[in-house]
């Protein structure tokens, strides 16, 4: 394939585009009188799409992570103009997770949610408004998790809800019948999906899944995913005893034909909201962090997304609160999935006023590096609060409440 030009964004003022050569982004370069407005954005194209490279590269547009929308395409220009508003300093939820279940086919010992209510569930209406009320907040990526999201009946009905000129939808699950449902997914719109495949040993995995048969069910998902057309990828929990044995589930994930590869650093919440023993430590997040950096600098195989370099290290630090809201199952606002914190019920709160009393809080109003969830001085301040054996999640008032 020759080299070519795909313009990524333009408006009066300025315009963004990338040379391309064969499966790799070979240039990048903002023109203009406001490309200096787009030096941030910029300096993520650099990084994340020269440096390393895309998930996807098609004859006239570039995915370059599952989580982002196409690029060109509406909900991306939709996500340009965001990007431009937080360099007013206003924050905006970009990222919408949803966990629109918290019924699941799988038993996971590692499980980030924990014991959870799981009724009474947030109807399709209620569901339709959130999602109504994202989009007016400026939110571009849905992220439907669970529990297992393909449980819900309606989730078609959901995920084609989502008009695709302002948004995506993406997925994750354990995928233990996700393969009876990629057809009808696809047509609804799906964007693309994360299935759970923790390692490249079927023994391995099914473990982690607390679940026999784990493994055979979720490559069959991932095969059929890819099948129709799905822009799939895997999530690995990264555990400290599996570092040495991460270039088998790459190589493993590589010949499955998946377009990303999400290393997931092992958090202590959930059901192991006490185990801090199982965080890697700093050496070892960046043992990550430079494995992704070299993967991906080669340009062959898959993908790879490590959270240990997204949230530390060399990444954009961590976006709770500051570019990602996530919402229960019941209607609990967190502000992500694994911080079990609630700031308020959407039932009861407009998630607009949900959106500023956590983007006000004076632990998410700050910038960090770190994940909050591996900050020791955040987890004593909340997480040693969190009253065991409880529903999650949290009031986060009952602590602030205690000076």
């Not at 966990?99 to 009474?120: F, L, Q, V």
């Not at 048969?213 to 991932?222: H, I, L, M, N, Y």
Request: hydrophobic share 40%.
């Amino acid at each position: 394939m020759e080299r070519r030009e795909i313009e990524l964004f333009s408006m009066k003022g300025l315009r963004i585009s990338v040379d391309v050569d064969g499966n790799r982004v070979v240039g990048a370069r903002a023109e203009g009188p406001l490309s200096k407005v787009a030096s941030p954005v910029m300096r993520l194209i650099d990084e994340f799409m020269v440096k390393e490279r895309p998930a996807y590269i098609g004859e006239d547009f570039v995915v370059p992570s599952l989580f982002f929308p196409p690029i060109p395409s509406k909900a991306f220009r939709r996500a340009m103009k965001t990007q431009l508003v937080t360099r007013l300093k206003k924050k905006v939820p970009e990222i919408l997770s949803v966990s629109i279940t918290d019924y699941c086919t799988a038993n996971c010992p590692m499980c980030g949610h924990g014991e959870r209510a799981k009724e009474p569930m947030l109807t399709t209406e209620e569901m339709k408004k959130l999602i109504d009320d994202a989009l007016a907040l400026g939110t571009y990526t849905f992220l439907f998790t669970g529990g297992d999201p393909v449980l819900r009946s309606d989730l078609p009905e959901l995920i084609e809800y989502v008009p695709n000129e302002k948004a995506v939808v993406i997925m994750f699950t354990p995928a233990q019948t996700l393969y009876k449902r990629a057809k009808e997914l696809k047509e609804a719109g799906l964007h693309s999906v994360f299935v759970v495949l923790h390692d490249a040993d079927p023994d391995v995995h099914n473990a982690m899944m607390g679940t026999e048969g784990a493994f055979e069910k979720a490559v069959r998902s991932v095969k059929a995913c890819l099948d129709e057309g799905i822009l799939t990828g895997i999530v690995a929990i990264l555990t400290k005893e599996r570092l040495s044995h991460i270039h088998e589930l790459i190589d493993f994930a590589s010949e499955l034909g998946v377009y990303e590869l999400l290393l997931s650093d092992p958090l202590p919440t959930g059901r192991v909201l006490r185990r801090e023993d199982i965080m890697l430590t700093p050496e070892e997040r960046e043992f990550v962090a430079k494995l992704q950096e070299e993967h991906n600098s080669k340009g062959e195989g898959v993908k790879i997304f490590a959270n240990a370099r997204v949230k530390g290290c060399s990444g954009v630090g961590c976006v709770a609160g500051s570019r990602w809201l996530h919402i229960t199952s019941t209607g609990e606002s967190q502000a992500c999935d694994y911080i079990p914190l609630s700031f308020g019920n959407i039932r009861t709160n407009k998630l607009s006023d949900i959106w500023k009393k956590i983007t006000t809080h004076p632990w998410f109003a700050k910038h960090t590096d770190l994940c909050r969830i591996q900050d020791m001085e955040f987890r004593k301040r909340y997480f040693h609060n969190i009253p065991p054996n409880t529903l999650l999640p949290y009031p986060i008032e009952k602590i602030d409440s205690k000076k």
